[in-house]
């Protein structure tokens, strides 16, 4: 049952997916029609298996009248891989580089743009906490699925992934015992309360949404591989527009400036971990689309 997605989609099958996400977008409002084909296409056909359909028509019939559906299908394509201290050494660059000057700003506010579930946001309160910023800082931790915002909120992570996480706490440049944050409760972990009163969750939909503040420190990490160059550059705009001067910005492993911000507008802190900061130049924003040529852009698309 259906394609071997090794193989190059053809284009009857591409134009059903096109259709399917078109319909998700008109009837639900969630838009996915800018993300990364590949990915797309097999969290889609993941769908299609585990529903025991045939083919991608035969999904959209389906989805556009079963919000329940829609609900699987939402989880599917939404994000969600990551873990605390995720990429030991960002974060310890970040202590290192970032942290020492932030620390004479009268306040901080960071922004976690595509939290998932909260792990990072809680490693970065652990680390500013250690640092002794946590105090003057307010983190906004942001995604566009809501279940994962709530179980963010609890800060209850599971007890089998300590382990790992400790080891990962300790190669950030963490230097306390890790369990000083957390009791333990049966299987889970209970984070304590003073990491999540500095931090705000919402539901923030990169793909759609617009700024709503502006930040001294944006973390979006392994989130823009995600998206296709369009949305990569509606993101990029985003971000740049929300960014304060001398702010920083943090990146993925496998994201960069590279087509999406002029290098001349933003200073290489770290190159192998991907942090910069944001410069104090004038007619900023000329490596972007304007919001008039994505919406152009969007029109075509339909």
């Keep these: 049952m259906g394609p071997v997605l090794g193989k190059e989609c053809s284009p009857l099958e591409r134009l059903e997916i096109s259709l399917l996400l078109e319909g998700i977008f008109q009837h639900y409002g969630y838009d996915f029609r800018n993300y990364s084909f590949p990915y797309t296409r097999r969290r889609i056909w993941h769908r299609i298996v585990s529903e025991d359909l045939r083919n991608v028509s035969e999904l959209l019939g389906r989805v556009l009248r079963d919000a329940q559906l829609m609900d699987r299908l939402f989880e599917d394509l939404s994000i969600h891989v990551t873990e605390m201290f995720r990429d030991p050494s960002f974060f310890l660059a970040f202590r290192e580089q970032g942290i020492p000057l932030l620390r004479d700003l009268p306040y901080v506010r960071i922004w976690h743009a595509g939290c998932s579930t909260g792990e990072e946001a809680y490693s970065m309160a652990i680390l500013l906490h250690e640092e002794g910023l946590l105090e003057k800082v307010r983190i906004y931790a942001t995604d566009i699925n809501q279940r994962h915002l709530e179980k963010a909120k609890k800060g209850l992570f599971p007890l ?11 190669q950030s440049g963490g ?8 009791s333990v409760r049966q299987s889970r972990v209970a984070f304590s309360s003073y990491l999540s009163d500095a931090m705000v969750f919402s539901q923030h939909n990169l793909a759609t949404d617009h700024s709503f503040n502006e930040f001294q420190v944006i973390i979006c990490r392994n989130v823009l591989i995600y998206f296709n160059e369009t949305l990569q550059q509606r993101v990029m705009r985003l971000f740049d527009s929300s960014l304060a001067p001398n702010g920083f910005l943090g990146l993925g492993s496998k994201e960069g400036l590279i087509h999406q911000i002029r290098y001349s507008d933003y200073e290489t802190i770290n190159a192998k971990e991907k942090i910069y900061r944001k410069g104090e130049i ?9 919001n008039e040529q994505y919406q152009n852009h969007d029109r075509r698309r339909s």
Excluded: V
């Excluded at 089998?160 to 300790?170: C, E, G, H, P, V």
């Design 175 to 182: 230097a306390k015992a890790f369990s000083e944050y957390y």
């Design 160 to 170: 089998s992934r300590m382990q790992q996480y400790t080891k990962n706490y300790l």
């Design 282 to 290: 004038k007619d900023r924003g000329k490596g972007f689309l304007t």
